[in-house]
């Protein structure tokens, strides 16, 4: 995996992000759950 260093900070980030537009309380999408979207982040987050 490659990283690279967040501009004006000292983070290190991985340069693969996670796409999350449809969550957030502000769906676009009926057929979207933000209580198992929220699931799914916390689990790829750890």
């Known amino acids: ?4 260093t967040l501009k004006k900070t000292n983070l290190n980030i ?3 992000g996670l796409g999350t ?3 957030g309380g502000h769906n ?5 759950n933000e209580d198992e979207d929220l699931k799914k982040i916390e689990e ?3």
């Open 28 to 32: 676009l999408f009926e057929h979207l």
């Open 44 to 46: 790829i987050l750890g």
């Open 1 to 4: 995996m490659q990283y690279t």
């Open 21 to 23: 537009n449809a969550v």
């Open 14 to 16: 991985s340069r693969i």
